[in-house]
């Protein structure tokens, strides 16, 4: 299959502070790649989807402001979690999805975010 | 809306013994069904893909299976072992990529 990077693994900011979150895909070219979160002992919730050269689309209930996706390239995706607050602290996961006509999503390993 | 289920939440076993994993979803219009196994504190580690018009897929000791027209799917594991211990998941596609992912079954296979 292909594969999907995601770094960092696991990131610990303070309240206050921003970090980035990077996905890439490494074999393919991915247009579309999508943002989910994960809350402890919950399932995985799409947040956004992120569209190569255009602005993402955010789920309802997800503050595009608090959290800016970037897709500059069809390799990369960001994930910028801004002024970041404990309830903030989650599992961010992303996925691509490879648009030469194989049927599903890859996903990353995701990233630990804790905000202290 | 699509929503995806999974029962049980949680299911403990001893080793050795053959399992059965549920899930159903409320919208049948699906492109794919996904399996996917997630350790704790870990990513997704994907299992089994079934598209819309296959009836059940295979791999080693797994076997998943899906009713589309009854909004089910199952994941069989035969002969568990202490290291299937996880959660397991699965996430619908319903032709978007967009997944929408079950609440998971936790998985403890006991020595």
């Known amino acids: 299959g292909a594969v999907v990077s995601q770094h960092p693994s696991r990131v610990i900011c303070k309240s206050g502070t921003s970090v980035k979150i990077e996905c890439r895909s490494l074999?393919?070219?991915?247009?579309?790649m999508f943002w989910y979160r994960q809350f402890p002992k919950q399932s995985l919730m799409l947040m956004a989807t992120?569209?190569?050269?255009?602005?993402?689309?955010?789920e309802q209930g997800v503050e595009k402001d608090k959290f800016l996706i970037n897709h500059a390239s069809l390799t990369l995706s960001t994930l910028t979690v801004t002024s970041a607050h404990p309830e903030d602290s989650s599992f961010y996961i992303c996925?691509?999805?490879?648009?030469?006509?194989?049927?599903?999503?890859?996903f990353g390993q995701g990233t630990r975010l804790t905000v202290v | 809306k699509q929503e995806v289920t999974q029962i049980p939440a949680a299911l403990s076993v001893p080793e050795g013994e053959n399992l059965v994993l549920n899930c159903s979803f409320t919208?049948?219009?699906?492109?794919?069904l996904q399996w996917f196994r997630q350790d704790p504190g870990k990513g997704l580690t994907s299992l089994l893909l079934?598209?819309?018009?296959?009836r059940e897929q295979t791999s080693g000791r797994l076997n998943a299976s899906l009713d589309k027209s009854s909004g089910r799917s199952t994941l069989y594991i035969a002969a568990s072992q202490p290291g299937d211990s996880a959660t397991y998941l699965c996430?619908?596609?319903?032709?978007?990529?967009?997944?929408?992912f079950g609440t998971g079954t936790r998985l403890k296979v006991l020595a």
């Open positions: 079934i598209q819309s018009s296959q």
């Open positions: 919208d049948s219009a699906i492109y794919n």
């Open positions: 996925s691509a999805r490879d648009p030469t006509g194989r049927t599903e999503a890859f």
């Open positions: 992120s569209n190569e050269g255009s602005k993402a689309t955010y």
């Open positions: 996430a619908v596609n319903s032709g978007t990529y967009k997944y929408i």
């Open positions: 074999d393919f070219q991915a247009t579309t």
